[in-house]
Nanobody, 115 residues
Framework: QVQLVESGGGLVQPGGSLRLSCAASGSISSISEMAWDRQAPGKQRELVAVITRSGSSNYADSVKGRFTISRDNAKNTVYLQMNSLKPEDTAVYYC?????????WGQGTQVTVSS
């Protein structure tokens, strides 16, 4: 069994920063891709950023230049540094990890950008 636990969400003013973390534990052989998705109220879940084991990454157009995804393979942890936050970034952020052929998701962490 695999568990993913996110942390670092909260309330921040527009223009502020937050750093999300997601640690994987359990029956882990090797994690290939790790990613962050988000879901705003009344909207579909969308991909925010994804990173391969070697460190190659891709971002949604809406966050390019503001968000940075990174990972620590030794700690089975993925991070999302979010800068210049906007009210439209408000959402529940979910991490996910691919182990062999299966994806696993965390429970999510709320990010609210508001003055």
């Amino acid at each position: 069994q695999v568990q993913l636990v996110e942390s670092g969400g909260g309330l921040v003013q527009p223009g502020g920063s937050l750093r999300l973390s997601c640690a994987a534990s359990g029956s882990i052989s090797s994690i290939s891709e790790m990613a962050w998705d988000r879901q705003a109220p009344g909207k579909q879940r969308e991909l925010v950023a994804v990173i391969t084991r070697s460190g190659s990454s891709n971002y949604a157009d809406s966050v390019k230049g503001r968000f940075t995804i990174s990972r620590d393979n030794a700690k089975n942890t993925v991070y999302l540094q979010m800068n210049s936050l906007k009210p439209e970034d408000t959402a529940v952020y979910y991490c996910r990890a691919r182990i062999i052929l299966s994806w696993y998701w965390g429970q999510g962490t709320q990010v609210t950008v508001s003055s």
